[in-house]
């Protein structure tokens, strides 16, 4: 039995290897890759794999850490200044285009009452990772078009945790509204007053003094331990475990550890997320495409057709252009994962049958597979309305410098960054220090810059500068060179102690390395000549003369 699982596994991993880069290389995308490869190693393929229940089974684990992570990400400070599209456009969206595909299945497709209430929300949210990803690569996301989708989708995010409570509902079959709807509200409202009280007195202490201990297996295994014990306590609940790892998200948004527990838990999110989505390609059968080819497209063409009908007028109505309301509606016409999650989970139920399922999944997944022409449809159609950003849209709130290292130097820097009026993040490996500055107000969050991901979840892509500020050569030869790696269009400033070490910190990719002790003499020098001689320009024109040649001997010149 265990050989099968690992031989399962391997299968696995070979199609994952080979049919998620081939789609990112043809602009579809990470998520239509896994869908494809399961679809080609389960029963509707070349049937390699048997244990498809089972290993959907262990792919729910990436649900629930997806949602712990949209629970970290969704900060509420971030939700606020970003109300107007999100609370207003947002919600519309999901109610609008939700309450029209529910009667649409249930009038016109002869779709049960239970199923179409499901069926229309899940089908009105769009696939967060695909839209996200592509206006990152086309740099569009501080467009006008690129805040409203975002918007929207930030609100999607939230309307899955209300859904994913709503399904076990709907399959009870004496269900009645008004009962089981308070009760359910009632246990959610004890939950979540729970989780934030000991979020609050009891989670910050334990992650400071795992910190401290500097082993970041055991970091990893409470991490892990926090979002599984929430998961498991609202399943035991009669909750789902998606709604417990949210819940725990939620906590840790504002916590000074964010960045280091999301960097922990990302590689395990994505792996195990893309496993789910596999287990979705082979629960797939490809065979209802192929005998119903016009009733599929016709469907496909009716929920893009929808979901744009109803969309555009909303943007305008929240005072958007005519051609980037389009624009907005257009990319986000696809269904998306979380569609597949919500599905999943009423078929789990038995609140879904077998053949509404597969065909729900063949137009999700369809659907995901004509983004990218609708998304080069949208590109046009925004760059086609140019005109100056609006003051009132809210930008996203990304720290346009982040600071590696926030001991003296740091400190010094961050608070010069903001008498300038810039705003900053800081990312220190001394959780004391952390905890001990940001109790002054300072912006620093615990993490290790050395991982490439806890760089990223504190917004390194985004910024306009990183700064590198850390005593630890070793460590700052390491960020310098994750970064250039990672983010080589960004500037990288840093602090090195002597001429030998800033050459190194320049050959990795830094764009600019300061010498302590070359400034350090600079400054000595000045006050000497300034005692012994009268003319300041003389001076200054000395000891610019002297720090040019002095950093070309960095450079290599």
């Not at 009132?392 to 590696?404: C, G, W």
């Not at 993040?425 to 002054?440: C, G, K, M, Q």
């Not at 070359?518 to 005692?531: F, G, K, Q």
């Amino acid at each position: 039995m265990t050989a099968n699982y690992l031989l399962d596994i391997v299968i696995l991993l070979v199609a994952a290897v080979i049919s998620v880069p081939l789609f990112r290389a043809i602009g579809l995308g990470a998520v239509p890759g896994f869908l494809v490869a399961g679809v080609l190693v389960g029963p509707s393929g070349l049937a390699l794999i048997d244990n498809v229940t089972e290993i959907g089974r262990l792919s729910e684990l990436g649900v629930v850490l997806l949602l712990f992570v949209i629970g970290i990400e969704l900060k509420p400070s971030r939700l606020w200044l970003m109300r107007r599209l999100v609370f207003g456009l947002g919600s519309l969206q999901v109610m609008a285009t939700g309450a029209l595909i529910t009667g649409i299945a249930y009038f016109l497709l002869g779709v049960t009452f239970r199923s179409a209430v499901i069926v229309g929300p899940a089908l009105a949210l769009s696939s967060t990772a695909f839209v996200l990803q592509i206006l990152a690569e086309r740099r569009s996301l501080h467009s006008e078009y690129g805040r409203a989708s975002l918007s929207v989708l930030l609100l999607q995010d939230l309307a899955v945790v209300p859904l994913l409570a709503l399904v076990p509902l709907l399959a009870v079959q004496q269900f009645t509204v008004g009962a089981d709807i308070a009760i359910a509200l009632a246990e959610a409202v004890a939950i979540l007053l729970a989780a934030i009280v000991g979020g609050r007195f009891l989670l910050q202490p334990l992650f400071h003094r795992i910190a401290e201990t500097r082993s970041r297996e055991i970091f990893t295994a409470v991490a892990v331990l926090l979002v599984l014990g929430s998961a498991v306590l609202t399943e035991h609940l009669g909750l789902s475990m998606a709604m417990g790892a949210f819940i725990a998200g939620l906590l840790i948004a504002d916590s000074p550890f964010r960045h280091e527990v999301t960097a922990e838990i990302e590689p395990l999110r994505g792996l195990l997320l893309g496993l789910f989505f596999m287990s979705m390609g082979m629960f797939l059968e490809v065979g209802q495409l192929v005998a119903q080819p016009i009733l599929t497209i016709g469907l496909l063409a009716a929920l893009i057709g929808v979901k744009i009908l109803v969309l555009w007028p909303l943007t305008l109505a929240f005072g958007l252009r005519a051609k980037t309301g389009a624009a907005v509606a257009v990319l986000l016409a696809q269904s998306g994962e979380f569609g597949l999650i919500l599905f999943g989970y009423a078929f789990q139920v038995e609140l879904l049958e077998t053949g509404l399922f597969q065909q729900l999944l063949l137009i999700v997944v369809l659907s995901m597979l004509v983004t990218p022409p609708l998304a080069a449809l949208a590109n046009r159609l925004a760059s086609a309305d140019k005109r100056p950003v609006d003051e009132h849209h809210e930008e996203p709130v990304k720290a346009p410098v982040v600071l590696a290292g926030f001991g003296r130097v740091g400190r010094r820097i961050g608070e010069i960054l903001t008498g300038a009026g810039l705003r900053y993040v800081a990312i220190d490996h001394d959780s004391s220090l952390v905890l001990r500055e940001r109790d002054h107000g300072y912006p620093v969050f615990y993490g290790d810059g050395r991982k490439p991901d806890v760089l990223r979840s504190a917004g390194v892509a985004d910024a306009s500068l990183v700064i590198v500020t850390v005593n630890d050569f070793a460590a700052s030869e390491n960020i310098v060179a994750t970064l250039h790696r990672a983010h080589p269009d960004v500037k990288i400033l840093a602090r090195g102690h002597d001429a030998s070490q800033c050459k190194a910190l320049l050959q990795l990719g830094a764009t600019l390395a300061i010498s302590e002790n070359l400034e350090a003499s600079i400054d000595l020098a000045r006050e000497a000549l300034v005692h012994e001689l009268a003319d300041d320009e003389q001076i200054e024109t000395l000891l610019r003369r002297f720090r040019e040649d002095n950093y070309a001997k960095f450079d290599g010149k």
